[in-house]
T-cell receptor
Framework: AQTVTQSQPEMSVQEAETVTLSCTYD???????LFWYKQPPSRQMILVIR??????QNATENRFSVNFQKAAKSFSLKISDSQLGDTAMYFC??????????????FGTGTRLQVTL | KAGVTQTPRYLIKTRGQQVTLSCSPI?????VSWYQQTPGQGLQFLFE???????NKGNFPGRFSGRQFSNSRSEMNVSTLELGDSALYLC??????????????FGEGSRLTVL
């Protein structure tokens, strides 16, 4: 079974600053995906960024980037130039590589990020 | 393209009743999965349906059940409601292609309160 751990329940960052959210995971799988999902106060979960485990290059999506350390089983999210709209719960999630038999996500407990003026 | 639609958005039930929640996936998505979100337990996987077949199930009692129709719409049912079933129930759909992106698209959820 997979586990995902987010050790920072809450974080705060000032607008325009950079913040890093931590995530570690445990799995015996060799091929898998990692995700960061964002859940704003309106509740709809949206994908921020994804990383395929077999790719060594860290994923980036505009102001969002990850630091993926496969050996350490670490997957942190860096948000640059933070904006008020980044205020949300952030969930780290794991999925075994889709094989057509399952697409189940295992989530961490989340980090509540508050962006302040 | 319409997103994932869940109905109802809010509902209040009393202990012992049953409830049915509905989810319409994004057009073309054949996989629908359900998650329960609570402050204490976080996000927990309930089950996944693909082409009308349940192909994965989480660790929930038999009171929780679901089904998927030929148009990929899905329903989940909770019978004999307990106070602890109060939660936000999230539905997610995906293309579920072998080797695909794995991205799940979530609905806004159904907030169930059990009194």
């Amino acid at each position: 079974a997979q586990t995902v751990t987010q050790s920072q329940p809450e974080m705060s960052v000032q607008e325009a600053e950079t913040v890093t959210l931590s995530c570690t995971y445990d799995t015996s799988e060799s091929n898998y995906y990692l995700f960061w999902y964002k859940q704003p106060p309106s509740r709809q979960m949206i994908l921020v960024i994804r990383q395929e485990a077999y790719k060594q290059q860290n994923a980036t999506e505009n102001r969002f980037s990850v630091n993926f350390q496969k050996a350490a089983k670490s997957f942190s999210l860096k948000i640059s130039d933070s904006q008020l709209g980044d205020t949300a719960m952030y969930f780290c999630a794991f999925m075994k590589h889709p094989t057509g038999t399952a697409s189940k996500l295992t989530f961490g407990t989340g980090t509540r990020l508050q962006v302040t003026l | 393209k319409a997103g994932v639609t869940q109905t109802p958005r809010y509902l209040i039930k009393t202990r012992g009743q049953q409830v049915t929640l509905s989810c319409s996936p994004i057009s073309g998505h054949r996989s629908v999965s359900w998650y329960q979100q609570t402050p204490g337990q976080g996000l927990q996987f309930l089950f996944e349906y693909f082409s009308e077949t349940q192909r994965n199930k989480g660790n929930f009692p038999g009171r929780f059940s679901g089904r998927q129709f030929s148009n990929s719409r899905s329903e989940m049912n909770v019978s004999t409601l307990e106070l602890g079933d109060s939660a936000l129930y999230l539905c997610a759909s995906s293309l579920a292609l072998t080797g695909g992106s794995g991205e799940l698209f979530f609905g806004e959820g159904s907030r169930l309160t059990v009194l």
